[in-house]
């Protein structure tokens, strides 16, 4: 399993052509592009932020029900 070849690769693109048509595969990949670009942009802004300022409790207890028993019928 290595890199497709050419044939392959046209194979591949003529039925993604055929399923999607020619018209929209544009509107897809300008879909997929503008994802992309908020993705970095969101990446960006969070590692401005810097590191939260607080961190969650650690007491291992909190999480833990007090009674979990279930009462016999």
Known sequence: ?????????LLILAIVVFIFGAKR???IMGGIGEGIK???KSLETD?????????????QNAAKPENNKIAPK
């Open 38 to 40: 908020t993705f970095k």
């Open 47 to 59: 590692e401005s932020t810097g590191p939260p300022t607080s961190s969650p409790s650690t007491d």
């Open 25 to 27: 595969i544009p509107e």
């Open 1 to 9: 399993m290595g890199v497709p070849a050419p044939t392959e690769l």
